[in-house]
């Protein structure tokens, strides 16, 4: 049994937090620029052109690379073997509550009341035990510009995958501009409502430009993308052929009676970070 003080994993997240929402990830500044060079419309050249300099002051200057810093969501895997001193969730809130006390908008409140919880908590945060001792935690802070445009489809099974492709194409044309492409779209193919939506999510946290381990859904995630861009939306919604950085796919067995399909927007701000104890 291996043991962790709650103390240290709320100092460690609370820096973590602060650099995941100013300083945009390798992989995204690294598909922006790659996208630039492949669009055709100097209005989305020039928009991604003003995102790469913003992500580069932000880095410089360490202020946050956008001013909705978002909701702060969680995936935790936790060691079946790890015993955890003190708690973690507290550790997890504290952690949100001091980085976003520091500098970071605070966009959290009450759903009815509207009012303002402060310090950005609490946080959604999705555990998951597994096997061993180790103990993962990866960050994710979602603006609701991208947030709202969640969609979640229950399709009859008889559709198949082409009514899956329709499904993510038809949730990216509603979204338009509002998700701020270009954006990375995470797919859930699967499993219950509250599932197909969680690994959705999920899924934006995979590296940009990594291949789906599964053969079909790396097929899948190309052909999605393919449309996606063809619906000509662009960068900052200026009318461009690239709207789609990536497509991430993950799926879960279901009922015999359903087909769940999750859409979920990572927008160009597309922050993360993970942090292994
Ligand atoms: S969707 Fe993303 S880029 Fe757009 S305003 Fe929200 S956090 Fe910022």
């Known amino acids: 049994m291996r043991t962790i003080n709650a103390l240290d994993i709320e100092k460690k997240l609370t820096d973590v937090i602060t650099k ?25 050249k020039f928009a991604m052109d003003v995102l790469l300099e913003n992500a580069e002051i932000a880095e410089k200057e360490s202020v946050p690379i956008c001013q909705d810093t978002g909701m702060a ?18 550790a997890i809130n504290n952690a949100v509550f001091k980085a976003y006390s520091n500098g970071l908008r605070n966009s959290v409140l009450d759903p ?34 991208a947030e709202n445009m969640t969609k979640l489809y229950m399709l009859l099974p008889s559709v198949g995958k082409k009514g899956v492709v329709e499904a993510v194409v038809d949730a990216a044309k509603s979204a338009g501009a509002c998700p701020c492409p270009p954006y990375v779209v ?17 899924g934006l946290l995979r590296e940009i430009g990594s291949i789906n381990q599964d053969k079909e859904l790396n097929e899948l ?17 200026f009318g461009g052929n690239i709207t789609a950085l990536a497509v991430h796919i993950e799926k879960y067995p279901t009922h015999i009676a359903g087909l769940p399909v999750a859409i979920n927007f990572g927008c160009n701000a597309m922050r993360k970070e993970e942090v292994v104890f």
Do not use: W
């Open 20 to 44: 995941a929402c100013t300083i945009l990830p390798k992989d995204v500044k690294d598909a922006i620029a790659k996208a630039q060079k492949e669009e055709t419309s100097s209005r989305c």
């Open 73 to 90: 969501v969680f995936f935790v895997e936790l060691g079946q073997d790890v015993h955890i001193e003190g708690s973690l969730t507290n």
């Open 112 to 145: 009815l009341s509207r009012e303002n919880t402060k310090g950005n908590t609490p946080a959604i945060i999705h555990y998951n035990i597994v096997d061993g001792e180790g103990l993962k935690i990866e960050f994710l802070p979602k603006g609701f510009g």
């Open 186 to 202: 995470g797919v859930g193919i699967g499993g219950t409502p509250e599932k197909a939506i969680e690994m959705a999510k999920h």
């Open 221 to 237: 995630e190309g052909e999605i993308k393919a449309r996606i861009n063809e619906l000509g939306i662009g960068a900052s919604g």
